[in-house]
């Protein structure tokens, strides 16, 4: 045996490369050694490729059409939703304008129809109020006109009774805590989904009364309304 090889039969004297803790520096090393990250290539947007040449207005608005037919499978959208959509994925407003306008004629864009269902499972599903859906509506892009028509669905008394059932789901959950801390979080739960503090308070007092509390009058003499900021 060499002094070259080592027991295990394996040469060590071909070992190349590094040297006294050295190494060689690649094409692609900075000016301290350290490999220069690469270059990512961007992908061209469509209003990019339309520029170029590299696609046709008709094959764009095919691209676009197939992305929003995904889209609306996955979920139902409002127009303002989907337009912005297309808008992040490079689609300029000559494409997706008559696209869009092509979906509202045959009917798989309806903002009216959209409306109705956020209004409709948000009420009965979460129990949010009128003005807490009427935020959501005016987020996703539906217009006040449309909006106002679908918040028809909920009137004052559908909101009184959805404040009820809250108040005693919430009251029921604090069973055994102080009875300010009760009011307090009920109230302040109440009015994270939108309900005014009146109708809150009310709503608690009289869940909280059907449990045997009383006195509850008086700690709201003075027109406050303590845990609707909570």
């Not at 190494?23 to 961007?42: C, I, K, V």
């Not at 209003?47 to 995904?70: F, H, I, Q, T």
């Not at 129809?113 to 959501?136: F, N």
Request: a negative charge; zero cysteines.
């Amino acid at each position: 045996m060499t002094a070259e090889t080592t027991s295990g039969g394996r040469g060590v004297g071909k070992r190349r490369g590094r040297r006294n803790g050295s190494r060689s520096f690649g094409p692609d090393d900075g000016a301290d050694g350290t490999a220069a990250p690469s270059a990512r290539r961007t992908r061209p947007t469509v209003a990019e490729r339309l520029e170029a040449g590299e696609l046709s207005l008709e094959d764009a608005a095919e691209k676009a059409r197939e992305a929003l037919l995904r889209t609306l499978t996955a979920a139902p959208k409002s127009r303002a939703e989907l337009e912005q959509s297309l808008g992040r994925k490079g689609y300029p407003d000559a494409v997706s304008g008559p696209v869009l306008d092509r979906f509202d004629e045959v009917g798989l864009i309806d903002d009216a129809a959209y409306a109705e269902m956020i209004v409709r499972t948000r009420h009965t599903e979460r129990g949010l109020s009128r003005r807490a859906i009427a935020m959501e509506l005016r987020r996703r892009g539906i217009d006040e006109e449309t909006a106002r028509e679908a918040l028809e669905q909920v009137d004052g008394d559908d909101e009184r009774d959805a404040a009820a059932v809250l108040a005693r789901k919430h009251v029921a959950r604090t069973r055994g805590l102080d009875r300010d801390v009760r009011l307090r979080r009920a109230v302040g739960s109440l009015g994270r989904k939108g309900y005014p503090p009146g109708v809150a308070f009310g709503a608690v007092r009289d869940a909280l009364a059907a449990e045997g509390e009383d006195d509850l009058d008086d700690d709201f003499a003075g027109g406050g309304y303590p845990g609707a900021d909570d």
